[in-house]
C-alpha cells in the first residue's frame, strides 16, 4: 500500500464543472503540497498545507490532519486545467513522498 | 518560473553507459533534492544534498550518485544505465532554513535503450 494515495486516478469534467481530487496519506506529516505537472514535465507548487484551509484564485485546498485527508478543489474548469494533479507529504525531514497523481482533462 | 533550471531537457543512452544531469537551484538555496519518475508514476526520491554532503537518500542503488557544489548547481550521475532507468529526473531547490516548500526545475528526460 502507497503511503500517499489519490483518487481518482484519472477524471474527465466539462468546462465549468466543480472537480475534486482526494489524497489520503497513512504517515504523520509537517505539511503538504498539491503539484501540477503539465504535459512535458515541469512541476508547479500550488499549495503548502499545514492545517486548514487556502485559496488562491480558482482553486480551494483543504487539509484535515486527525484525518490525515486532503482534498484539491477547481471551481468553474477550465480546459488549461487540465494536467497531472499530484499530492506530496513531508514527514520527518523536508523529504517529499509522493502520491501517483490524478490526470485530469477538461474538454471545452 | 521557479528560478531552477536543468540540462540538459532530453537525452538519449544505451544500456551501459554513464550520464550526469545538471541542475541550477534558486541563489541561496543550499538545499537540491533529486527524484525519478517513471511513466505514469508519481516521483520517487532519490536523494537529497545540504551544502555539498548527502544529507539523506532513497531506495536507489549505490551507481546513483550526486555532487553539489557551492555555486548553487548540482549533478545527478548514473553509471551502468540499464533501461528502467529511462524516466523524468526531476530536481527540487530549498531554503537553508529547512522549509518544506520546494522549488522544482523542468526535469531532464532520460531514455535509455
Known amino acids: 500500500k502507497n503511503e500517499v494515495e489519490q483518487s481518482p486516478q484519472n477524471l474527465t469534467a466539462q468546462e465549468g464543472e466543480f472537480i475534486t481530487i482526494n489524497c489520503s496519506y497513512s504517515v504523520g506529516i509537517s505539511a503538504l503540497h498539491w503539484l501540477q505537472q503539465h504535459p512535458g514535465g515541469g512541476i508547479v507548487s500550488l499549495f503548502m498545507l499545514s492545517s486548514g484551509k487556502k485559496k488562491h484564485g480558482r482553486l480551494i485546498a483543504t487539509i484535515n490532519i486527525q484525518e490525515k485527508h486532503s482534498s484539491l478543489h477547481i471551481t468553474a474548469s477550465h480546459p488549461r486545467d487540465s494536467a497531472v494533479y499530484i499530492c506530496a507529504v513531508f514527514y520527518n525531514t523536508d523529504k517529499l513522498i509522493f502520491g501517483t497523481g490524478t490526470r485530469l482533462q477538461v474538454f471545452p | 518560473e521557479t528560478g531552477v533550471t536543468q540540462s540538459p531537457t532530453h537525452l538519449i543512452k544505451t544500456r551501459g553507459q554513464q550520464v550526469t544531469l545538471r541542475c541550477s537551484s534558486q541563489s541561496g538555496h543550499n538545499t537540491v533534492s533529486w527524484y525519478q519518475q517513471a511513466l505514469g508514476q508519481g516521483p520517487q526520491f532519490i536523494f537529497q544534498?545540504?551544502?555539498?554532503?548527502?544529507?539523506g537518500r532513497g531506495n536507489f542503488p549505490p551507481r546513483f550518485s550526486g555532487l553539489q557544489f557551492p555555486n548553487y548547481s548540482s549533478e545527478l550521475n548514473v553509471n551502468a544505465l540499464e533501461l528502467d532507468d529511462s524516466a523524468l529526473y526531476l530536481c527540487?531547490?530549498?531554503?537553508?532554513?529547512?522549509?518544506?516548500?520546494?522549488?522544482f526545475g523542468p526535469g531532464t528526460r532520460l531514455t535509455v535503450l
Open positions: 544534498y545540504y551544502r555539498e554532503e548527502e544529507n
Open positions: 527540487a531547490s530549498s531554503l537553508t532554513s529547512g522549509g518544506p516548500e520546494q522549488f
